[in-house]
């Protein structure tokens, strides 16, 4: 299969799949506060507790867990676990470059006018598997286990790998 065949396959996926969680209410059923979850710290343990399911603006930047309900809440950063997850939904630890997209859209991100900065974020996961795909806000990440992530622009509608020019914006991930 040729490099152009594979990208007009990954766009005709991707393009499905946002289709898809458009039109489903996305993990919008689940209520806010603490509930069941687990976090994954940087030695690939799993452990289990309570999440608190935030508005997800804040779900990117912190993950706030308890053992029990009783316990003290535990703050931790991109940096810190690898990643966390409560009912169908997870976040993966990644660090992105900053890039005109990232800093032009409606993002929130402190870039300090540096395009390459990098932010540690906790990644939305859409689709797990051989290659994933991420998201952050309306950005879109692809990313294959053991690769850097790449972000995917979107242009009129339409969604590219990297840029007007055949450049990829790149966002490694921890």
């Avoid at 009912?87 to 800093?103: T, W």
């Avoid at 929130?108 to 998201?135: E, M, R, T």
């Avoid at 979107?154 to 991930?173: C, P, Q």
């Amino acid at each position: 299969m040729s490099k152009w065949m594979k990208y007009i396959a990954i766009i005709f996926i991707l393009r499905f799949v946002i289709v898809l969680t458009s039109l489903s209410s996305y993990g919008s059923n689940l209520p806010y506060g603490f509930i069941h979850g687990y976090l994954i710290n940087n030695k690939n343990d799993t452990v289990y507790g309570f999440v608190l399911n935030q508005r997800e603006y804040h779900n990117h930047y912190q993950c706030r867990f308890k053992h029990s309900l009783e316990d003290e809440v535990l703050n931790y950063s991109p940096l810190d676990i690898k990643g966390y997850g409560f009912g169908d939904i997870s976040y993966r630890s990644a660090s992105v470059q900053i890039s005109d997209v990232l800093k032009n859209s409606d993002s929130d991100i402190n870039y300090d006018h540096n395009p390459a900065a990098i932010q540690p974020l906790f990644l939305k996961v859409l689709l797990n598997g051989k290659i994933s795909l991420l998201s952050y806000k309306d950005n879109l990440f692809v990313h294959k286990s053991g690769h850097e992530a790449y972000l995917l622009l979107r242009n009129d509608n339409k969604i590219v790998l990297g840029d007007d020019s055949g450049n990829l914006e790149k966002a490694k991930t921890n």
